[in-house]
């Protein structure tokens, strides 16, 4: 099991930045597909990006693409999303969450579908103001 405790959300004005982290527990992050996924208020919970076990692959919602970029630190347990010209509408709690997608997958491998992610961080309201 792993256990993902996200932080760095926060209030900044439209095109400002912020930096979300996602630290995970255990010695196996690695073998973890990451994603972030976020849910504004009334809506639901949609995906933004993701990164295969290597780092070597990402893919990102075209809501984002552009502006948002994930990465991980294998050897720190974490990922990061970082998230520049940020807009009102990018307002939401973001979730990290984790896929242990079997190995012959291979190290490449990513999902955007929040169903084949089994572990989920608590959320990390980001607040975008116009």
């Known amino acids: 099991q792993v256990q993902l405790v996200e932080s760095g959300g926060g209030l900044v004005q439209a095109g400002g930045s912020l930096r979300l982290s996602c630290a995970a527990s255990?010695?196996?992050?690695?073998?973890?597909?990451m994603g972030w996924f976020r849910q504004a208020p009334g809506k639901e919970r949609e995906f933004v990006a993701t990164i295969s076990r290597s780092g070597g692959s990402t893919y990102y919602a075209d809501s984002v693409k552009g502006r948002f970029t994930i990465s991980r630190d294998n050897a720190k347990n974490t990922v990061y999303l970082q998230m520049n010209s940020l807009k009102p509408e990018d307002t939401a709690v973001y979730y990290c969450a984790a896929d242990r997608p079997p190995a012959w997958r291979g190290s490449y491998y990513y999902t955007i579908d929040e169903n084949e992610y089994n572990y989920w961080g608590q959320g990390t309201q980001v607040t975008v103001s116009s």
């Open positions: 255990g010695r196996t992050f690695s073998s973890y597909v």
